[in-house]
């Protein structure tokens, strides 16, 4: 079958109302937002009862409050029904995880100031934090690892996870064992807005948190930016997106692949964006990725998702492709070229680059090492991705001399002076018997 996926030709010197409303995406879906604000609202007001309520009404599962959580029994059951090769797999990709985010890891420090004193940086973790992993159409263990992973790395000593259930209110084995590794201390079956609410407000059931992490879907990504100030929160972390810029030299059977590899997601909020100055290029990733549709086992949601979120794109040259991503600023970005480095110099706007032809989208999904909890919706060009810093906090060290205040004071009484702000002038001249005199 043809999915149609558009091939539009595109110049800088020309607007192309159909890449620019593409491009052009929402961070922020306004109808989820609606939604959310009155499921947030009813849960800041009644707690376990609202989250009960909305559990049963988006996700077809009546739990009451004693089951929200998981038990310690539970959790380590469920190792028995996962398999030795997946326990393996678990444990190399948070030791992946582990390396990379103890090696970013930012360390405290200190200068010395003019006259003997000290200025420094002392990094702190949060001492909880809530991680939400999505689990409706698919167990993402990998995010587990991710993010959990991260905070356990940081020190965080209480790391609350919340996932939703089944309809039966089991919550997969794999996704368990694989928070068990991450280092999760409370895990709650509970998903959606409700458990945005919940970890944000605070239940009799679910404390509140210090700072939400974690992707999920428009309604997820609504309620999150609404409680901010309530917590703080990582990023905006929507639905699955990724660019590729592709030469003559690419192989479009793994274009293909790749771009399939986000779009499996199958929401229909996905986006997948070819850029190529190759026409012969885009025809033929569009004949192997109908191809390759076919035999993946959610076909039918893949191809709802092609046709709400590809576009093939074909530009003058690589530059102007390069341009056209920087203005997408994806998620994930892949360079498939001949000199794929030399393309690298010139990102400006992407949750995370994938380089080469030997580097699929997938391996920083599952193993790289860094989190695959990235930006989306076209925030990337100002949101980073999730780190082990994520989780800490930064406070800032002064240690004056008496020499460091006395060579300070003309500048802190000037300032004083000028923003009417006596008392704190005076806070530093009245240690001295004389304003500006040892």
């Excluded at 945005?196 to 309620?223: D, E, L, N, S």
């Excluded at 920087?326 to 998620?331: D, G, H, S, V």
Aim: charged share 25%; aromatic share 6%.
């Amino acid at each position: 079958m043809s999915l149609n996926i558009p091939i539009l030709k595109y110049s800088t010197h020309k607007t192309v109302p159909e890449v620019d409303r593409f491009l052009a995406r929402p961070a922020i879906d306004p109808t989820a937002e609606e939604t959310a604000r009155r499921v947030l609202e009813d849960i800041r007001a009644h707690g376990d009862k609202a989250v009960q309520k909305y559990t049963r009404e988006f996700d077809g599962v009546n739990l009451a409050p004693v089951r929200f959580a998981v038990p310690r029994e539970e959790r380590l059951a469920a190792s028995e029904h996962v398999d030795l090769m997946f326990k393996r797999c678990a444990s190399e990709i948070f030791a992946r995880v582990a390396r990379f985010g103890k090696a970013g890891m930012r360390k405290d420090w200190n200068i010395a100031t003019p006259k003997g004193g000290v200025l420094g940086e002392k990094f702190m973790p949060l001492e909880r934090v809530g991680a939400y992993i999505p689990g409706g159409a698919a167990p993402l263990a990998s995010t587990a690892l991710m993010s959990v992973s991260l905070a356990k790395i940081a020190g965080v000593p209480e790391i609350v996870a919340c996932t939703p259930s089944d309809k039966k209110g089991r919550v997969n084995p794999f996704l368990l064992h694989a928070l068990e590794v991450a280092g999760a201390t409370e895990i709650f079956r509970i998903g959606g807005i409700q458990a945005v609410g919940a970890m944000a407000f605070g239940t009799a059931t679910i404390r509140k948190v210090q700072k939400i992490v974690g992707p999920g879907g428009p309604y997820v990504t609504a309620a999150k930016k609404l409680v901010y100030g309530e917590v703080d929160l990582d990023m905006v972390a929507g639905p699955s997106e990724i660019a590729v810029l592709a030469d003559e030299t690419a192989v479009p059977a793994h274009v293909a692949a790749d771009l399939l590899s986000q779009l499996e997601h199958g929401t229909g909020h996905e986006k997948a964006l070819l850029v190529t100055p190759f026409m012969g290029m885009a025809n033929m990733v569009r004949t192997e990725l109908e191809q390759q549709v076919a035999a993946l086992s959610r076909r039918e949601a893949v191809e709802r998702a092609i046709a709400a979120g590809a576009l093939f794109v074909v530009t003058e040259t690589l530059d102007s492709g390069m341009d056209l991503i920087n203005r997408f600023a994806p998620e994930h970005f892949e360079i498939m070229t001949k000199e794929p480095r030399r393309w690298l110099q010139k990102v400006k706007n992407a949750g995370a680059v994938f380089v080469g032809a030997w580097t699929p989208e997938s391996a920083g999904d599952f193993v790289a090492g860094p989190s695959h909890v990235l930006p989306t919706g076209g925030t990337a060009a100002f949101f980073s991705g999730l780190t082990v810093d994520s989780f800490r906090k930064r406070t800032s060290v002064v240690a004056f001399t008496r020499a460091d205040l006395i060579d300070t004071l003309p500048l802190i009484e000037t300032m004083g002076r000028v923003e009417g702000l006596d008392a704190h002038a005076r806070a530093a001249s009245i240690r001295f018997p004389a304003p500006g005199n040892p």
